[in-house]
Structure formats: structure tokens, C-alpha cells
């Protein structure tokens, strides 16, 4: 039986990327994961690791707009960096060599008003559930897309380089940061809402493309930061793109409004010499070939048995199919 945390971790990230690249035999599994639930991640620490548990910490919405900074709050810096002391011990300590980096998500979902809450009841709870509801978003006309807080988005982009700059300090030899971004995500699960963007494709198909192409731009200069730091090899987006029989929206409006931006993230993430991955769950096979062809990832995930069974993309691989 595997005890943890572990002894003494094997961390070599070139090895892993050789793997994954294809150009070298797997001798060990390697164990990454795009995101450990935080009550699963408080359950194990306390249990299992001789080390203090510390909370994830967002900002304070209302805060950030009175004081246009963040530099200058030092219980927020002091909380956060207790936390990633943790969180990057916690990954080490469970053999995994990739640590995935969410705190510019983390951020950028305090400014999400509206999905919807209730009491988690699951045996290791979070206190309050959350989840995208499918009608109402902040955004549903000119007029909110202006008022939108755009502005304090952008101070988002400079406490994030003080965060990686900090990151840089604590990372173990042999462990890279996987710099996890959204954007697509976003724009359906809470500016928009599903319902608001399917509606407005048709409806003011220049407010939504004026949309993602904000968040496009914003994740971009994150993923630009990102890359420009020795501590991150890896730019994974994030973006459900589809659920078990479809995209979200059709292959050739994501090729008009999205993937220009995957794109220039994908060109970001190789001219740093950095990785591009890509997360995406749900039908992907109209699509695979622009990830693969046109945006030139480097990996996939996820494969889900429903819509997209590995084992049939591996045998795809074998025969030249994919």
C-alpha cells in the first residue's frame, strides 16, 4: 500500500514532456491533475501530511474597487502565500509533478454574481456548492457591457505576476507550473449565460463576438505572463467546448469567434518554449482536427467513455487516424 505523502517523490518534468511527446517508453506512471477539490485536498493534509491547512483565498470584490490594487494588501498576500506554501507541498508530497496553477481563475470568478448556490451535503463538504446556471448572465445587452467592470480585470493581470513571481521562490527541482486558463468557460457559464449566448448569436451576434474577444485579449496577456516565467512549462487551457453529442456551439462558429484566440495562445505558449494543452470536456470529434492541425496543441484532456472513449483514440493514433 502507497503511504503518503510520499518518501521520496520522483519529480522529473523533461522526462514526463518526453513521454507525453511520445518520444520515450513510460517506465512509471506519471500522475498529474488539472484540480484537486479543495475539501479533498483540506481531508488529506490534515490526515495524512504533518503540515498546516490553509484556505484558498480570492479577493474582495468590493475592496478591489475602492482601492484600484492590489499590491498594497498585505493580509490578502500573506493569507495567499501561506496557501501556495501548501498547496505546492501538498503536490509534491502526492508524487505529482505538474502543479496546476488556478489563481488568475480564482480571481476572475469573484466578479461571477450569478450562479447558483446551496448547501453542500457531501460527506467532505465545502460549505456551499456552486455551478453555472443555464439562463441569466451578467451581460445581455450594450448598455451591461459597458458597465461591466473591465478595468478591474486588467489589476488582475498584475497581482498575478507578483503571484508566479512568488511561485518561482517555492517550486521543488523537477516541478513546473501548469498555468491554467479560461475563456470560452466564462463568457456561456456567467457573462452571458448559455441561454443569453445561443439568443444573442442570432440576436446581437457583434455584442457576443465584442465579448469573447475581451476575454480572448485578457487571457492572453495572462497566458503572456505566464510564459515569460522560467517556473511554468505548461499553458493548459481550460473550455468545455461540449456536452456528449455536440459542441456547445457549431465547429464553425467556434472557428469564427474562438479558436483565432486558442490560436494566439498556442503560438504564445511555443515561442516561450512552453507547452500547449488543452482541456476539454464533452464531443470533440468535429473539432479534433483544429486542435490538433490548426492550434497545434501538445495534449489532451479529457476522454470520457460517453462521446469520446480513449481507447478509441488510441487505436486512431496507431492507424494514422488522429
Known amino acids: 500500500m502507497i503511504k503518503i505523502p510520499l518518501s521520496s517523490p520522483e519529480h522529473d518534468y523533461e522526462e514526463l514532456l518526453s513521454v507525453i511527446d511520445g518520444s520515450k517508453g513510460?517506465?512509471?506512471?506519471?500522475?498529474?491533475?488539472?484540480?484537486?477539490?479543495?475539501?479533498?485536498?483540506?481531508?488529506?493534509?490534515?490526515?495524512?501530511?504533518?503540515?498546516?491547512?490553509?484556505p484558498s483565498v480570492g479577493i474582495d470584490t468590493g475592496a478591489l474597487r475602492k482601492s484600484k490594487t492590489l499590491a498594497d494588501n498585505d493580509d490578502y498576500r500573506r493569507a495567499k502565500q501561506n496557501y501556495y506554501r501548501m498547496y505546492v507541498k501538498f503536490h509534491y508530497g502526492m508524487g505529482y509533478t505538474i502543479i496546476p496553477d488556478h489563481d488568475f481563475i480564482i480571481n476572475l470568478e469573484s466578479f461571477n454574481t450569478v450562479s447558483l448556490n446551496t448547501k453542500?451535503?457531501?460527506?467532505?463538504?465545502?460549505?456551499?456548492?456552486?455551478?453555472?446556471?443555464?439562463?441569466?448572465?451578467?451581460?445581455?445587452?450594450?448598455?451591461?457591457?459597458?458597465?461591466?467592470?473591465w478595468d478591474m480585470l486588467d489589476i488582475l493581470l498584475e497581482d498575478y505576476g507578483r503571484h508566479l513571481d512568488f511561485m518561482r521562490t517555492i517550486i521543488p527541482d523537477g516541478m513546473k507550473i501548469a498555468v491554467v486558463g479560461a475563456m470560452?468557460?466564462?463568457?456561456?457559464?456567467?457573462?452571458?449565460?448559455?441561454?443569453?449566448?445561443?439568443?444573442?448569436?442570432?440576436?446581437?451576434?457583434?455584442?457576443?463576438?465584442?465579448?469573447?474577444?475581451?476575454?480572448?485579449?485578457?487571457?492572453?496577456?495572462?497566458?503572456?505572463?505566464?510564459?515569460?516565467?522560467?517556473?511554468?512549462?505548461?499553458?493548459?487551457h481550460g473550455d468545455d467546448l461540449g456536452f456528449k453529442t455536440s459542441t456547445m456551439i457549431s465547429?464553425?462558429?467556434?472557428?469564427?469567434?474562438?479558436?483565432?484566440w486558442y490560436k494566439r495562445y498556442s503560438e504564445t505558449a511555443h515561442k516561450n518554449g512552453k507547452r500547449f494543452w488543452v482541456h476539454c470536456c464533452g464531443f470533440k470529434e468535429d473539432i479534433m482536427e483544429d486542435l490538433i492541425t490548426d492550434m497545434n496543441m501538445d495534449a489532451l484532456h479529457s476522454f470520457e467513455d460517453a462521446c469520446c472513449p480513449v481507447i478509441e483514440?488510441?487505436?486512431?493514433?496507431?492507424t494514422g487516424q488522429v
Open 251 to 260: 465547429p464553425q462558429m467556434l472557428r469564427k469567434l474562438v479558436f483565432p
Open 184 to 236: 470560452f468557460y466564462q463568457v456561456y457559464a456567467w457573462l452571458l449565460g448559455s441561454m443569453g449566448l445561443f439568443y444573442l448569436i442570432k440576436d446581437d451576434f457583434e455584442l457576443v463576438r465584442s465579448v469573447i474577444d475581451r476575454m480572448g485579449a485578457l487571457t492572453l496577456r495572462m497566458y503572456e505572463i505566464a510564459a515569460s516565467r522560467d517556473c511554468v512549462g505548461i499553458l493548459l
Open 26 to 54: 513510460p517506465q512509471r506512471v506519471h500522475n498529474i491533475e488539472v484540480i484537486v477539490d479543495e475539501e479533498i485536498k483540506k481531508h488529506i493534509i490534515e490526515n495524512f501530511f504533518e503540515i498546516d491547512y490553509f
Open 120 to 149: 453542500d451535503t457531501a460527506a467532505f463538504s465545502r460549505g456551499d456548492r456552486t455551478w453555472a446556471q443555464e439562463g441569466r448572465g451578467l451581460i445581455k445587452n450594450w448598455r451591461d457591457f459597458e458597465e461591466f467592470d
Open 313 to 318: 483514440y488510441k487505436k486512431n493514433m496507431v
